[in-house]
Antibody
């Protein structure tokens, strides 16, 4: 079945970087984009950006431009999201999601999430 | 950036009742780029409606979506116990996705 398996929880200090992975299986990896969405404790969903697994083209949320980098490794069907210069308000559950773009734009399969805690 | 506003913030209903959730966009959105998601505590979101009115895989027909332009609606015709959750609307425009703040549907 189609699934996205994310890496484990991370604890980082302010100013550090974190890199979260998302391994896809059950479908042709390069046929879709991967979005990253985060959710701060008790809050709503915030889209961070997406990457085309086929071309590597990225599209980041304006708010995170300059701090986030999304990449893929097609040999292992894995997507990565790196966030730099971490602050306490980056503490959140980070999801990857298979994303349809083109005729319909939405996210149909989600990972279970990776908790990132930023604390001194 | 297109801003989405959802109402009400919380909807308290009983099983078997009809739920009507609204999402308003700050500017016109393509219907093809509009979706609704359901999120239960401790779980990832899952799509309910995409393209404003198409049900996602595995979603029962008591869920329906409608609307266009700046006004969209998610209707649950008869609430089942498993439908009590938070629902988010989502749009894609100007190369950016945005989500609404969510509507919590809880048991009255």
């Amino acid at each position: 079945q189609v699934q996205l398996v994310q890496s484990g929880a991370e604890v980082k200090k302010p100013g550090a970087s974190v890199k979260v992975s998302c391994k896809a299986s059950g479908y042709t990896f390069i046929s879709y984009e991967i979005s990253w969405v985060r959710q701060a404790p008790g809050q709503g969903l915030e889209w961070m950006g997406w990457i085309s697994a086929y071309s590597g083209k990225t599209n980041y949320a304006q708010k995170l431009q300059g701090r986030v980098t999304m990449t893929t490794d097609t040999s292992t069907s894995t997507a990565y999201m790196e966030l730099r210069s971490l602050r306490s308000d980056d503490t959140a559950l980070y999801y990857c999601a298979r994303t349809h773009t083109g005729h319909y734009n939405y996210m149909d399969v989600w990972g279970k999430g990776t908790t990132v805690t930023v604390s001194s | 950036e297109i801003v989405l506003t959802q109402s009400p913030g919380t909807l308290s209903l009983s099983p078997g009742e009809r739920a009507t959730l609204s999402c308003r966009a700050s500017q016109s959105v393509s219907s093809n780029y509009f979706a609704w998601y359901q999120q239960k505590p401790g779980q990832a979101p899952r799509p309910v409606i995409y393209g404003a009115s198409s049900r996602a895989t595995g979603i029962p027909d008591r869920f329906s979506g409608s609307g266009s332009g700046t006004e969209f609606t998610l209707t649950i015709s008869r609430l089942e116990p498993e439908d009590f959750a938070v629902y988010y609307c989502q749009q894609y425009g100007s190369s950016q996705f945005t989500f609404g703040p969510g509507t919590k549907v809880d048991i009255k």
